[in-house]
């Protein structure tokens, strides 16, 4: 039987050209409910999460993230926060985000982490209190161009995975 799981993970693709498409309310609640429902260490939910939609604000946000200046042309971002007394916030905030880029490519929206902590600006200019620190940025779009999925350059298996101790070939 095939898991749809795996075929997800298997054929997601970082995604950081996007066509001029909105992306339903619908599609947006089911990323966002991912973060939501998402793993948390001691159930402690530190996160934070901003749904921006409107386009001038995206391309503020854009702007903002040096590493993500294609955020102004995504249907949407969420910008992802965490509590910085919590000893979780960046592992759990992490969860949330692969869950949302995963359900993301099922739904067919493609997107890309932007950004990694330190991002007083748009912590700032989105009105997230000083409590939190912004890990990243993830912007949501149509993918412009086809992009073929499950071509990954990955090491072989073998080499990165061992079995019941480092060195010992997992089969």
Same mark, same amino acid.
């Given at each position: 039987?095939?898991?749809?799981?795996?075929? &997800? &993970?298997?054929?997601?693709?970082?995604?950081?050209?996007?066509?001029?498409? $909105?992306?339903?309310?619908?599609?947006?609640?089911?990323?966002?409910?991912?973060?939501?429902?998402?793993?948390?260490?001691?159930?402690?939910?530190?996160?934070?999460?901003?749904?921006?939609?409107?386009?001038?604000?995206?391309?503020?946000?854009?702007?903002?993230?040096?590493? !993500?200046r294609y955020i102004a042309d995504a249907g949407a971002a969420v910008i992802v926060a965490y509590e910085k007394?919590? %000893?979780?916030?960046? #592992?759990?905030?992490?969860? $949330?985000?692969?869950?949302?880029?995963?359900?993301?490519? $099922?739904? !067919?929206?493609? #997107?890309?982490?932007?950004? *990694? !902590?330190?991002?007083? #600006?748009?912590?700032?200019?989105?009105? &997230? %209190?000083?409590?939190?620190?912004?890990?990243a940025v993830i912007p949501f779009g149509y993918p412009k161009r086809a992009l073929g999925k499950g071509k990954?350059?990955?090491? %072989?298996?073998?080499?990165?995975? #061992? $079995?019941?101790? *480092?060195?010992?070939?997992? &089969?």
């Amino acid at each position: 039987m095939a898991n749809p799981v795996i075929e &997800v &993970v298997r054929t997601v693709l970082a995604v950081r050209e996007f066509e001029d498409k $909105a992306i339903p309310d619908e599609v947006l609640r089911r990323i966002v409910e991912a973060a939501h429902l998402s793993a948390s260490s001691v159930n402690l939910q530190p996160w934070h999460f901003v749904v921006v939609t409107k386009r001038e604000s995206l391309r503020e946000l854009g702007g903002l993230v040096g590493t !993500g200046r294609y955020i102004a042309d995504a249907g949407a971002a969420v910008i992802v926060a965490y509590e910085k007394k919590s %000893p979780y916030g960046v #592992s759990d905030c992490s969860r $949330a985000i692969q869950s949302m880029v995963l359900v993301a490519w $099922a739904e !067919g929206v493609g #997107s890309n982490w932007t950004g *990694f !902590g330190g991002m007083e #600006s748009v912590r700032r200019k989105f009105g &997230v %209190p000083d409590s939190f620190d912004v890990l990243a940025v993830i912007p949501f779009g149509y993918p412009k161009r086809a992009l073929g999925k499950g071509k990954k350059k990955r090491n %072989p298996l073998g080499e990165v995975v #061992s $079995a019941e101790e *480092f060195g010992t070939p997992f &089969v």
